[in-house]
């Protein structure tokens, strides 16, 4: 059976859901500061890491596997399923 699959016939949606970034950053251990991760993936400043945990720009599917192997998650922890 799929996993996105709850029964037949229907599926769950999912959706990337940017505060996963933050949750992410967060758990890393030691923890990493914005300007920290900025640095780490080549952005000007570290309210540009903010700007992606805040939803205010967009995260290409490039940026999101660099955060994913920074952060040492699957890049799959970035979703999170719809009802």
């Known amino acids: 059976m799929n996993p ?15 505060g996963q970034l933050r949750i992410a950053r967060r758990n890393v251990k030691p923890r990493l500061k914005l300007k920290d991760v900025a640095d ?5 400043t570290a309210a540009s890491v903010a700007n992606r945990e805040n939803g205010l720009t967009a995260t290409s599917a490039d940026e999101l596997a660099e955060f994913a192997n920074l952060y040492n998650v699957d890049v799959s ?3 999170v399923y719809n009802k």
Do not use: P, T
Not at 5 to 16: D, P, S, T, W
Not at 40 to 44: A, D, E, N, P, S
């Open 40 to 44: 780490r993936m080549g952005f000007k």
């Open 4 to 18: 996105l699959q709850v029964k037949k016939g229907e599926f769950k949606m999912i959706a990337f859901d940017s």
């Open 77 to 79: 922890d970035f979703f």
